[in-house]
């Protein structure tokens, strides 16, 4: 089983996908495949965030809001600021990200409950500015600014290549610095970290600071690609960003896994939606299954080692 857990994510991908084309051969259309996947790059980007949080041993309650939050400001001030609106937003999401992990590292409280108090004064903020209803942006002033986003290139669409130069990057910043080094050094072990002469603190603080940047960018494109904000806009994306980082290979002890298991897990959730509304499960009903995945995932990929003396 062990020598087999690596491969899980793909071996799950593969199966699900032949298992829903069975069903549904009009899944497997590649114009109706790219569309999907497009479809997801806000999910995707907000689990790439996430990825960062769990794989240092982590976990960012506070993206969902977080992403709320940026739809509203993004409607709010894109008459005023133009396409520097965007660098707001983004500045929003580090700054949040940032005091969530200076909380956690320097406070001492654990991150699921410093980044859910985060997650909470950022519904506030996006309740405030929107005056608790939901705000809609002016279509042309949009176009102009963020039209690009969702045009294509080459026949690819917008959202993806976003998506593809995202990816790019978070994967150099793991696997390719020194940083992305110091990244799995704490997640395998944060006292071995430490003993290293590793600055643990300031790890911690910038991966959640990219947890939020991440977040706050896929705020954004929410709030373009539906033409509003809204302090609920968001909303059921927490969970099924957790999912497909930890279905992917990432798990919540850390050290394992990372950006390219995120695009593979990213993908499963895609898939296990589309059987489910090809099923015409009710949304409800997704959620409860997205929570049994979690758990399923969980207790397939978490290093039971860690825990020992820990959970009995």
Same mark, same amino acid.
């Given at each position: 089983?062990?020598?087999?857990k690596?491969y899980?994510?793909?071996?799950?991908?593969?199966?699900?996908?032949?298992l829903?084309?069975?069903?549904?051969?009009?899944f497997?259309?590649?114009v109706?495949?790219?569309d999907?996947?497009?479809?997801?790059?806000p999910?995707?980007?907000?689990a790439?965030?996430m990825?960062?949080a769990i794989y240092i041993? &982590?976990?960012?309650?506070?993206?969902q809001?977080?992403?709320?939050?940026?739809?509203?400001?993004?409607?709010?001030?894109?008459?005023q600021?133009?396409i520097?609106v965007a660098g707001?937003?983004?500045l929003?999401?580090?700054v949040?990200?940032a005091?969530?992990g200076?909380?956690?590292?320097r406070?001492?409280?654990p991150?699921?409950v410093?980044?859910?108090?985060? &997650?909470?004064?950022?519904?506030?903020?996006a309740k405030?500015l929107?005056?608790e209803r939901?705000?809609?942006m002016?279509?042309?002033?949009r176009?102009?600014t963020?039209?690009?986003?969702?045009?294509?290139?080459?026949?690819?669409?917008?959202?993806?290549?976003?998506?593809g130069?995202l990816?790019?990057i978070a994967?150099?910043l793991?696997t390719?610095t020194?940083?992305?080094?110091?990244?799995?050094?704490v997640?395998?072990?944060?006292?071995a970290a430490?003993?290293?002469?590793?600055?643990?603190d300031?790890i911690k603080?910038?991966?959640f600071?990219?947890?939020?940047?991440?977040?706050?960018?896929?705020?954004?494109?929410?709030?373009?690609?539906?033409?509003? &904000?809204?302090?609920n806009?968001?909303n059921?994306?927490?969970l099924l960003?957790?999912?497909a980082?930890?279905?992917g290979?990432?798990?919540l002890t850390?050290g394992?896994?990372?950006v390219?298991?995120?695009?593979?897990?990213t993908?499963?959730?895609?898939v296990?939606?589309?059987a489910?509304?090809y099923?015409?499960?009710?949304a409800?009903?997704?959620?409860?299954?997205?929570?049994l995945?979690?758990?399923?995932?969980i207790?397939?990929?978490?290093?039971?080692?860690?825990?020992?003396?820990i959970?009995k």
């Amino acid at each position: 089983m062990d020598r087999l857990k690596p491969y899980l994510p793909w071996i799950t991908l593969v199966v699900l996908a032949l298992l829903v084309g069975i069903a549904n051969p009009a899944f497997f259309n590649p114009v109706g495949l790219v569309d999907l996947v497009a479809d997801i790059v806000p999910l995707f980007i907000m689990a790439l965030g996430m990825t960062f949080a769990i794989y240092i041993g &982590g976990i960012d309650l506070s993206m969902q809001q977080m992403a709320n939050l940026v739809t509203v400001i993004a409607t709010v001030y894109l008459a005023q600021f133009g396409i520097w609106v965007a660098g707001i937003c983004i500045l929003t999401g580090f700054v949040f990200g940032a005091i969530s992990g200076y909380v956690t590292t320097r406070l001492y409280v654990p991150s699921f409950v410093s980044t859910l108090a985060m &997650g909470f004064v950022a519904l506030s903020g996006a309740k405030f500015l929107s005056g608790e209803r939901a705000l809609s942006m002016d279509a042309t002033l949009r176009n102009d600014t963020f039209g690009w986003m969702f045009g294509t290139v080459a026949g690819i669409p917008g959202e993806l290549i976003i998506a593809g130069v995202l990816l790019f990057i978070a994967w150099v910043l793991q696997t390719r610095t020194t940083f992305g080094r110091a990244l799995k050094a704490v997640g395998s072990g944060e006292l071995a970290a430490v003993a290293s002469g590793l600055n643990v603190d300031r790890i911690k603080i910038i991966a959640f600071a990219i947890s939020g940047t991440f977040a706050a960018i896929a705020g954004l494109m929410f709030s373009v690609k539906l033409s509003g &904000g809204d302090a609920n806009l968001a909303n059921g994306f927490l969970l099924l960003a957790i999912v497909a980082v930890l279905v992917g290979g990432t798990p919540l002890t850390g050290g394992v896994g990372g950006v390219i298991n995120t695009v593979i897990g990213t993908l499963i959730v895609v898939v296990i939606r589309s059987a489910m509304i090809y099923l015409e499960v009710d949304a409800t009903q997704q959620q409860m299954v997205f929570g049994l995945v979690l758990i399923a995932a969980i207790a397939l990929t978490i290093d039971r080692s860690k825990l020992r003396g820990i959970v009995k």
